[in-house]
Nanobody, 126 residues
């Protein structure tokens, strides 16, 4: 299995940027497709972005497309989420997750992911 630890969250003003990181340990990081999800108070956990095992394909929720960029460095066993032009509605706990993606596909529902980090809080003030 793989252990995941997120970092990089914090408080930022609207229009600002943050870069989240997710450090992985355990089984080979490149074995897994990776995703970012977020959960705001009182809401369900929602898909943000996903990336294939070797980073060749990336997928985004419409709400973050053009503002967020997912990437990974398999040599460092680390997943990233660059978040620009942040909005108050981006406020949530952000989670990274690992899953077994079928070839050429990805998952955008939490139940398809096998391993989760503990989450990092992102708060965007207006």
């Amino acid at each position: 299995q793989v252990q995941l630890v997120e970092s990089g969250g914090g408080l930022v003003q609207a229009g600002g940027s943050l870069r989240l990181a997710c450090a992985a340990s355990g089984r080979t990081f490149s074995t897994y497709g990776m995703g970012w999800f977020r959960q705001a108070p009182g809401k369900e956990r929602e898909f943000v972005a996903a990336i294939s095992r070797f980073g060749g394909n990336a997928y985004y929720a419409d709400s973050v497309k053009g503002r967020f960029t997912i990437s990974r460095d398999n040599a460092k066993n680390t997943l990233y989420l660059q978040m620009n032009s942040l909005k108050p509605e981006d406020t949530a706990v952000y989670y990274c997750a690992a899953g077994n993606f079928p070839s050429g596909r990805y998952y955008d529902t939490p139940d398809k992911y096998l391993y989760w980090g503990q989450g990092t809080q992102v708060t965007v003030s207006s």
